[in-house]
């Protein structure tokens, strides 16, 4: 079990940057010499987040050992450069359903069963299971919201328990500025702050998260009405690169400030390497969840960690409606198919890999990507018009894309794909062999039900070490496993589609080598 805790909670808004806050904090201290664990705690009653829609949630990022999780475990994993698992994110549902589980074998011993004690202490009892010297916990949601009282209570429990010295309360709150009367406006928070404080948690110290630098007497304001110390009153504002925060926060002296009151001895400083000029090239996500920015997280930033600006998304169902994709791909140095379910947007994403081949624009296609990279292939090249996937037409008589064959008897949707890490051959002589250090073997996070249908028409594909015609005019399968792991073509700058998901792999300082290679073949492309 840890030994100290930092607890990081949300007032005002949600989706202020609490899963930075903590992400930022844990990276600090690790560098600092302190072993830190991480838990982000979820109140909704879903049991992870495989079957949340992306436009609603965001991305679900995917763990080595197949859990689908919350787009914070991203962040977690980019800043600590640390592998999470499903120990580090805990939901509602999760809770509840251990709890009803238990009381089914009759384990309360024909106790009333109500949420306080026995919800509470399956939530304590999960956080005492941690690893780590230290365990940073994010409590999703804001304070004041009804699903997450419960979790809250767990914690104050467990800081009596434990000793109220061990654990240290950060409030992340947003202040809002009023320009009509030229002033930062502090009451939300103050009332946010009262509500932390009705449940039984006094806040230690407060992040106070602004679009601009506030005004010291604002911020002496909430020291005050809050009752927190002045130097424990940080003010986060936005920056242009998220990756600062680390930096940000040792300037603030935070690292000290945590581990004189944990009484925790530090040693060593941040390490802390992130881009910071950034490569003006464009890069074209055609996409279709368009709801949030964080559809694509993980994708983006694996991008913005190579170095290069952020992708832009294109709406692959206005791409797929129009009869000039270069109307909408026209100015892009390189294209990014993504992936995703459904049948929505999908010709606009195969209109996107026909300009991108017929034009030798750089692209990769990733997960339903590369199947459609796939089906484009086999429909312009081959010659198979009606080729398609069984996920779209289960009739076609081209399923150069079907489903797994363990996946037909499946009924249920949540967490039921092939998921996780899994061992993969790369194939010698190829691009993809070439961006891995000509190595072998490497394990990659898959997450989908669908894969390449080699066998039924593996005359079209050049497997190198097997065939020996010439390359040209085939599809070259660069990496496989128990399916078709990466595709690609030899005359083409960068033609390159992967089952799997690099992206959930890509660390500051160590972006996954399939992004810098795409970004590199983008320079070349450009001298």
């Known amino acids: 079990m840890p030994k100290k805790f930092i607890v990081v909670t949300g007032g005002v808004l949600s989706g202020i940057g609490k899963g930075i806050v903590a992400a930022s904090i844990s990276r600090l201290l690790i560098d ?3 072993d830190v664990n991480v838990l982000k705690i979820d109140p909704y009653l879903n049991m992870d987040a495989g079957t949340m829609n992306p436009n609603q949630h965001g991305e679900v990022f995917v763990t080595d050992d197949g859990y689908e999780a919350d787009l914070d475990l991203g962040h977690y994993e980019r800043f600590t450069g640390k592998n999470m698992s499903r120990k580090n994110n805990l939901t509602a549902g999760q809770v509840y359903y251990s709890v009803i589980t238990k009381e089914r074998k009759g384990e309360y011993l024909g106790s009333t069963v109500q949420v306080v004690p026995h919800v509470t202490e399956e939530i304590k009892e999960r956080i005492r299971s ?8 994010e409590i999703g949601g804001t304070v004041g919201d009804i699903e997450g009282e419960v979790f809250l209570e767990a914690v104050r429990e467990l800081s009596l328990e434990l000793g109220q010295s061990n654990f240290l309360f950060i409030h992340t709150t947003f202040v809002p500025y009023l320009r009509t009367t030229n002033e930062f406006k502090t009451k939300p928070t103050q009332q946010s702050v009262q509500l932390l404080r009705r449940i039984g948690i006094h806040p230690n110290m407060i992040v106070v998260r602004t679009e601009s630098p506030i005004d010291p007497a604002s911020l002496d304001k909430l020291s005050l009405f809050a009752g927190v110390p002045r130097n424990m009153v940080i003010n986060l504002y936005d920056t242009n690169n998220v990756y600062e925060i680390p930096e940000v926060l040792k300037e603030y002296d935070v690292h000290q400030k945590i581990a004189r009151f944990l009484n925790m001895e530090l040693s060593g400083k941040l390490n802390w390497s992130y881009p910071k000029v950034f490569k003006p090239i464009k890069i074209a996500l055609v996409g279709k969840y368009l709801g949030t920015d964080d559809a694509y997280k993980s994708i983006i930033e694996s991008i913005f960690l190579c ?3 952020k992708p832009r998304v294109i ?8 009869s000039d994709p270069e109307e909408f791909l026209r100015g892009f140095d390189g294209i990014i198919i993504p992936g995703g379910f459904g049948k929505r947007g999908i010709e606009g994403k195969i209109k996107a890999i026909t300009y991108a081949r017929e034009k030798n624009i750089p692209i990769l296609g990733i997960c339903l990507g590369m199947q459609l990279m796939v089906i484009e ?5 081959v010659g198979f018009e009606k080729a398609n996937s069984t996920e779209f037409d289960p009739d076609t008589p081209y399923p150069v894309i079907d489903i797994m064959e363990e996946q037909k008897k499946v009924l249920n949707l949540g967490g039921t794909m092939r998921l996780g890490s899994q061992d993969m051959r790369i194939l010698p002589n190829t691009k993809l062999w070439n961006m891995y250090g000509e190595i072998s073997e490497e394990k990659e996070r898959h997450r989908h039900r669908y894969e390449v249908n080699y066998d039924d028409f593996k005359d079209y594909f050049f497997l190198p070490s097997v065939n020996s015609e010439n390359p040209e005019s085939k599809l070259i399968v660069s990496a496989m496993s128990d399916f078709v792991e990466a595709i690609e073509l030899k005359n083409h700058p960068f033609f390159v589609g992967v089952q799997f998901h ?3 792999k890509s660390k500051v300082g160590r972006p996954h080598p399939v992004f810098t290679a795409l970004v590199k073949a983008i320079e070349e492309k450009l001298k």
Request: hydrophobic share 35%; net charge negative.
């Open 307 to 309: 170095g290069a600006e």
């Open 502 to 504: 690099p992206e959930y």
């Open 377 to 381: 292939y086999f429909r312009n090249v």
């Open 32 to 34: 600092c010499g302190i």
């Open 130 to 137: 941690m690893e780590g010297e230290l365990l940073v916990i």
């Open 315 to 322: 709406d692959s169902e206005l791409l797929e409606e129009s």
